[in-house]
C-alpha cells in the first residue's frame, strides 16, 4: 500500500447533494447581485432545491423568505418552529421558478474548488505539483452528472477492496495503485481464500 490518504489526493469524497451550495463557490463564476435571491434564510449559502415560506403568521413580510428544502426541513426537525419568527405549522412549498433561473448558473467543478482551497491553505511558498485537474465549467443542472460520471476528480475504491484494501483514489491512480501492489492484492485474495476453505473444512 503507498497509503494516500484523502487529504492528499485533495478531492472531496461525499458531496451532499441535497444541501445548499457554497456561496464562494458560485462566486468563483457569477457576480455577488446575480446570487441576492438565491440565499438561503438558514444557512446563508446558495439555496437548493428551492422552497418559498408561506406561513400567514408573517405573510405581510416585504421580503421573499427562501430556503433550501433540507435546510429547512433539518432545522424544523431540530427546533419545531418556524425560522422566520417562532411559531408552529410551518408552512412552505417548493419555488419551481427559482429552481429553473438556479438550474442556469453557471458553476465550476466542486471537487475542483475544494482543491484548489486546500492547496492555497498549504502553499508556503512551495511549488505544489497538481496531478489532476477538473476542467468543468456548466449549468447548475449539469452538475450532479458531472460528479457521477465525467468528474476526474471522482474517487475510486481500489477493486480489491472487497478483499480487505481500503485504498481511495482517482480514477486514473488506480491503475498505478493495482501495479505497484500486486503482490499485497495477491496476499489479500489468499487470506480470504484460505480462510474460507477453513469455513468449508469445518463443515465436512
Ligand atoms: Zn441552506
Ligand atoms: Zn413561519
Ligand atoms: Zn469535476
Ligand atoms: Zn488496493
Same mark, same amino acid.
Given at each position: 500500500m503507498d497509503g494516500k =490518504?484523502?487529504?492528499e489526493i485533495g478531492a =472531496?469524497?461525499?458531496l451532499l447533494q441535497s444541501s445548499c451550495y457554497d456561496k464562494e463557490l *458560485? *462566486?468563483? *463564476?457569477n457576480q455577488e447581485e446575480q446570487l441576492q435571491h438565491f440565499v438561503c434564510l438558514i444557512c446563508k449559502q446558495i439555496v437548493n432545491n428551492p422552497v418559498d415560506l408561506t406561513c400567514s403568521q408573517h405573510g405581510n413580510l416585504n421580503e421573499a423568505l427562501v430556503a433550501g428544502e433540507n435546510c429547512l426541513k433539518t432545522y *424544523?426537525?431540530?427546533n419545531n418552529h418556524c425560522p422566520v419568527e417562532p411559531h408552529e405549522n410551518c408552512q412552505y412549498s417548493k419555488n419551481r421558478a427559482l429552481q429553473k433561473l438556479l438550474d442556469e448558473l453557471v458553476v465550476m467543478c466542486p471537487r475542483q474548488f475544494q482543491a484548489s482551497k486546500q492547496i492555497s491553505q498549504k502553499d508556503n511558498g512551495q511549488p505544489f505539483i497538481i496531478a489532476y485537474y477538473c476542467h468543468f465549467k456548466g449549468k447548475v443542472k449539469d452538475l450532479s452528472n458531472h460528479l457521477e460520471n465525467t468528474c476526474p476528480l471522482k474517487l475510486v475504491d481500489c477493486w480489491f477492496g472487497p478483499f480487505g484494501c481500503n485504498h481511495v483514489c482517482v480514477k486514473h491512480e488506480l491503475k498505478d495503485h493495482l501495479t505497484a501492489n500486486l503482490q499485497f492484492h495477491f496476499s489479500l485474495v489468499m487470506k480470504t481464500f484460505e480462510s474460507m476453505q477453513k469455513i468449508i473444512q469445518s463443515y465436512q
Amino acid at each position: 500500500m503507498d497509503g494516500k =490518504t484523502q487529504e492528499e489526493i485533495g478531492a =472531496t469524497p461525499i458531496l451532499l447533494q441535497s444541501s445548499c451550495y457554497d456561496k464562494e463557490l *458560485l *462566486l468563483k *463564476l457569477n457576480q455577488e447581485e446575480q446570487l441576492q435571491h438565491f440565499v438561503c434564510l438558514i444557512c446563508k449559502q446558495i439555496v437548493n432545491n428551492p422552497v418559498d415560506l408561506t406561513c400567514s403568521q408573517h405573510g405581510n413580510l416585504n421580503e421573499a423568505l427562501v430556503a433550501g428544502e433540507n435546510c429547512l426541513k433539518t432545522y *424544523l426537525r431540530d427546533n419545531n418552529h418556524c425560522p422566520v419568527e417562532p411559531h408552529e405549522n410551518c408552512q412552505y412549498s417548493k419555488n419551481r421558478a427559482l429552481q429553473k433561473l438556479l438550474d442556469e448558473l453557471v458553476v465550476m467543478c466542486p471537487r475542483q474548488f475544494q482543491a484548489s482551497k486546500q492547496i492555497s491553505q498549504k502553499d508556503n511558498g512551495q511549488p505544489f505539483i497538481i496531478a489532476y485537474y477538473c476542467h468543468f465549467k456548466g449549468k447548475v443542472k449539469d452538475l450532479s452528472n458531472h460528479l457521477e460520471n465525467t468528474c476526474p476528480l471522482k474517487l475510486v475504491d481500489c477493486w480489491f477492496g472487497p478483499f480487505g484494501c481500503n485504498h481511495v483514489c482517482v480514477k486514473h491512480e488506480l491503475k498505478d495503485h493495482l501495479t505497484a501492489n500486486l503482490q499485497f492484492h495477491f496476499s489479500l485474495v489468499m487470506k480470504t481464500f484460505e480462510s474460507m476453505q477453513k469455513i468449508i473444512q469445518s463443515y465436512q
